[in-house]
């Protein structure tokens, strides 16, 4: 069956430090990934995506790639804020092109100290 | 532009009783989406309403059910409720036909069961 895979958390991390959340996957065919942010109080947003292999979502200083030889899809950023603290959900859809029945990662946790 | 808005925002039922959860749709959209995020973990696709119908469900017993409107409003109705139904349900709406369909999501209902 499709399913995504993220590191626990919390991770806490010092202003202006380098980010790594590691997300990896399961699924049949060719899904879309997805990185979401929830902040404190607020619904889920879409930060990036990516929907074939190779492709680099980026929004916000994020980044990410599609790696289907490792299915995976790590979330980076080289500088964080105090601003970026919020809980993180890698996330696939099974069908190509199409983001419905989007499956969930049990979401990571991010503290950045001033 | 109107985002998708929830109602109400926070509810407390008692083991048993039913629970009826609002979703208004972003302007535009006609696909509304339901999912459950217990605490600590990622939310899970409930079912999805298409154009009235019901257009996908997931692993999700038939005391969870669902409606949508003309206006792609729609309704989560819970029934006999239990204490795992405690969760924070979200609804999101997206644009089907053809091409991708980003999901957006409400802020939510926490629902919490005694």
């Known amino acids: 069956g499709n399913s995504v895979t993220q590191m626990e958390g919390p991770v806490t991390l010092s202003e202006e430090a380098f980010l790594t959340i590691n997300c990896t996957y399961t699924?049949?065919?060719?899904?879309?990934l997805f990185w979401y942010v929830q902040y404190p109080g607020e619904g889920l947003q879409l930060l990036l995506k990516?929907?074939?292999?190779?492709d680099k979502g980026s929004n916000k200083g994020f980044e990410a790639t599609y790696r289907k030889e490792t299915t995976s899809f790590h979330l980076e950023k080289g500088s964080v804020q105090v601003s970026d603290s919020a809980v993180y959900f890698c996330a696939l859809s099974p069908s190509m092109n199409r983001d419905d029945k989007i499956i969930f990662g049990k979401g990571t946790r991010l503290h950045i100290l001033p | 532009e109107t985002g998708v808005t929830q109602s109400p925002t926070h509810l407390i039922k008692t083991r048993g009783q039913q629970v009826t959860l609002r979703c208004s749709s972003q302007?535009?959209?006609?696909?509304v989406s339901w999912y459950q995020q217990a605490l600590g973990q990622g939310p899970q696709f409930i079912f999805q309403?298409?154009?009235?119908?019901?257009?996908g469900r997931g692993n999700f017993p038939p005391r969870f059910s669902g409606l949508q409107f003309p206006n792609y409003s729609s309704e989560l109705n819970v029934n006999a409720l239990e204490l795992d139904d405690s969760a924070l349900y979200l609804c999101?709406?997206?644009?089907?036909?053809?091409?991708?369909?980003?999901?957006?999501f409400g802020p939510g209902t926490r629902l919490t069961v005694l």
């Open positions: 699924a049949t065919g060719y899904p879309s």
């Open positions: 990516a929907t074939k292999a190779d």
């Open positions: 302007s535009g959209h006609n696909t």
């Open positions: 999101a709406s997206s644009s089907a036909g053809g091409g991708y369909n980003e999901q957006f």
């Open positions: 309403y298409y154009r009235e119908e019901e257009n």
